[in-house]
């Protein structure tokens, strides 16, 4: 509100310099000025108070650093640069020098080694799953699925672990450098609470499933549920509310249909797994005689905004598919790798035009965390070594799917994924004085290579500051973690 106000009194300001009050206070203007001299310095005085509240426009907040990566259309990486924030937007982006002549700001945040990033994008998680972490790793995803997380979920997912597992998420995300999570599990209306909470932007889609789960026991039901849910939310600065039918193998054509017709009513994204293992492909195949991808077409499932975690097995009828329809692809290399799931054909999708964002998927044992530094340095180096080509996927590309390509996935790229003026200020500065951080020739290869996610020093969403100097200022981060202890004694022994 600062803000507004403040652009208020300084159009007031110029406002005033038009009306030229010694011109109307008297016959200045004519042939013989009773008192030239005053006059002149009185005219003088006004124009040099006009151009510094000209020049001094208010501003929240001014975030400086010595590098500022803009993620802008021409990839500007800004030298001792410096960003302007008012309210919830970014005003200005520029040399320091140029942003402190012509703003004056409320708050200032000089970081000066320091680089200034957009905040991190995660294209696809489940961040509840934090309290799963670890619980049964090195398994084939059915064994895993079948054996441990559905006997787990079974026994414990209520809206109280559902809570405590998002704070914990969104608090190993805002540390990391994360600024928006794009997720899918039950009760995403707790997970929306709790991402409101700690002041992170979500696009959080509530899971839809072919058999009874912890929230719904029918589909009817999480249709349902998942309208209130999407009426509740709506308008939200903070949340998107989405609809997720967890895969094509999980559901019925007509639950499908019902999904993207919800999710088209409400004009939100509809978040879905597609094509994740060989399996899928083949059972589909085996099935119906076309692949998943074409198979959800023909269903019109991709008739609006989708975001289609993992393809990984796709073909370039799918991907042709998945660019005529716009759908946008989250590609999670950690979570692929570590389920032996295969290798995502990203540098094909992205040659085709296709839009591709990062996620940590997991983390209970199809990760295990949610490092998006970890998932830019593996989408490059999984793709290098796949391909034999180190010059496939070069650093530019895994910073891009991690930003400005994430925002694409979720249609918001107007509103985040850069640093450019008149988008939300979702703003990381990221330190470079720790030993894997120097010498630095290149802040966007450091990004990508060489930087880790503790190495994110401040974060902002919205204009609001939610990480600072390393430490959450919005969660309480000794009962998250003391939750997630008292939580893992009881889903042990419920296992047993
Ligand atoms: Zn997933």
């Not at 994360?178 to 959080?204: H, I």
């Not at 799917?401 to 979720?410: D, F, Y």
């Amino acid at each position: 509100m600062w803000g507004v106000e403040g652009r208020q009194r300084s159009r007031a300001a110029r406002g005033l310099s038009h009306q030229r009050p010694a011109r109307r206070a008297g016959p200045f203007p004519g042939p013989h000025p009773p008192h030239p001299a005053p006059a002149f310095l009185l005219a003088v005085a006004l124009l040099l108070v006009t151009a510094l509240a000209a020049r001094a426009a208010p501003a929240d907040w001014i975030l400086s650093g010595r590098y500022v990566i803009t993620e802008d259309a021409s990839h500007r990486v800004i030298e001792n640069g410096a960003v302007a924030v008012t309210a919830d937007r970014i005003v200005a982006v520029g040399p320091k020098a140029e942003i402190d002549a012509h703003y004056q700001a409320k708050q200032r945040l000089d970081r000066p080694g320091a680089i200034i990033a957009p905040g991190l994008i995660n294209t696809h998680t489940h961040a509840a799953m934090s309290l799963f972490r670890g619980i049964a790793d090195d398994l084939r995803l059915q064994d895993w699925l079948e054996k441990y997380i559905f006997p787990a979920e079974a026994n414990n997912v209520s809206p109280d672990f559902v809570r405590w597992g998002t704070r914990l998420g969104c608090l190993e995300m805002l540390l990391g450098g994360t600024t928006t999570f794009t997720d899918m599990y039950y009760f995403e209306d707790v997970v929306a609470e709790a991402a409101k909470e700690a002041g992170m932007r979500g696009v959080l889609g509530e899971t839809i499933i072919g058999f009874p789960v912890a929230d719904n026991k029918t589909p009817a039901d999480a249709l349902q549920y998942t309208e209130r849910y999407l009426q509740r939310f709506r308008h939200d600065p903070l949340i998107v509310a989405a609809v997720a039918p967890h895969a094509l193998y999980t559901n019925s054509d007509e639950t499908l249909k019902a999904s993207r017709e919800l999710a088209g009513r409400y004009r939100v994204p509809l978040l879905i797994h597609v094509s994740e293992t060989r399996k899928e492909n083949d059972d589909e195949l085996a099935k119906r005689h076309t692949t998943p991808t074409q198979t959800l077409d023909s269903l019109g499932v991709f008739s609006g905004r989708t975001v289609a975690a993992h393809c990984v097995w796709v073909n370039d009828a799918d991907m042709a598919i998945l660019k005529a329809r716009g759908v946008g692809v989250a590609h999670c290399p950690s979570s692929n790798m570590k389920l032996a799931s295969g290798v995502a054909p990203v540098v094909r999708m992205l040659a085709l035009g296709i839009a591709v964002g990062l996620g940590p998927d997991g983390p209970a044992g199809s990760n295990n965390d949610f490092n998006l530094f970890e998932e830019m340095d593996l989408a490059a180096k999984l793709q290098k070594v796949t391909m034999l080509d180190p010059q496939v996927l070069p650093a530019t590309a895994a910073l891009e799917m991690a930003t400005i390509g994430g925002a694409r996935v979720l249609g918001m790229e107007k509103e985040i994924g850069s640093l450019e003026p008149g988008k939300r200020a979702d703003i990381i500065t990221v330190r470079t004085d720790r030993p894997n951080a120097v010498p630095l020739y290149d802040p966007i290869s450091q990004m990508v290579y060489a930087l880790k996610a503790d190495d994110v020093r401040d974060v902002m969403v919205n204009g609001k500051p939610v990480v600072r100097d390393g430490r959450i200022l919005t969660l309480n981060q000794a009962a998250i973690l003391a939750k997630a202890a008292e939580y893992r004694d009881r889903i042990k022994a419920s296992l047993k």
